[in-house]
């Protein structure tokens, strides 16, 4: 499905897989320009130009959230302007034990979801908010169902996307009085490359049971929301939506 995103131009960050990608192409498809952020400059070219031969503009921006984003935004700035929609998709899950004591995991987790998330809605803040005063702004964080419940092994990983949870809540009542939307999606399980790069292997055993019994949700129904949220009147903010997979409990 497409919705009415024309004069739009977005920041999908993580574009390179799963949700992001289909993020990215929802947006495009709608007329948004878009740009692509992720570290994978190979896989971002692919999508751009897939973006392109359907008639869309898209930008492929390699870039690290964890690190300096200036250049990216710089580059940004310099194809298309002012963004008025950051979609913070990028993400990672590692998921061992507690007392396997991977500290680099926990690190990574950190530094990519939450501090990345920050770091990525600072950079554009001002775009944001400038946005927001001329007409539309949105911005939207990936979550994760997983920031309500507990989980084995996944503690970090629910603890980094509790936060994206709570920041969202505490960033809106600062952004929506400035005329910036701040949307939360938490989805269920969807399929994607999330998973693969655990080094765990029952905790890879436990994942693909689940996804047996759990027919998960493709990326493209998250990406359909998005550009759902993002295109409702400048007055209605939807502010957290969970979507699960309608198995999923
Ligand atoms: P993917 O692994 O397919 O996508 C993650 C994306 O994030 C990749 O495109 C990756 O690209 C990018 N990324 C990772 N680290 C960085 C970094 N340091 N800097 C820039 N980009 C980075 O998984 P999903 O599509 O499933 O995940 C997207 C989001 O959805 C995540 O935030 C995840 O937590 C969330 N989510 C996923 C669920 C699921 O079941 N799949 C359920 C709930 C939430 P690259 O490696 O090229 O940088």
Redesign the pocket.
Known sequence: MTYDLNNRTAVV??????????IALVLARSGAKVAL????AE??AELAAKIEAEGGRALAV??????DLTPAVEAVHAAFGRVDLVV??????LANPITAGRDDEWR?MI???VT?LLTVTRAFTDDLVGAGRDGVADLVN?????AHGTFPTYAV?AA??AA?THLSANLRTEFGPLGVRVTNV????????????MDNPEVDAHLAAWREQVP??H?AD?GDVIGFVTSRPKHVNLRQLVVLPTVQV
Do not use: F, W
Not at 62 to 67: I, L, M, N, P
């Open positions: 960050t993580g574009a390179a897989s799963g949700i992001g990608a289909e952020l992720a570290r994978r896989r971002l390699s870039a690290d959230v964890t690190g913070n998709n990028a993400g990672v899950m990574r530094d990519t979801n990345g990936i979550s994760s169902v997983g990983y980094t996307k994206v938490e989805p269920g399980l969807v399929t994607s490359e999330l998973g693969d790069h998960p949700l990326p998250i």
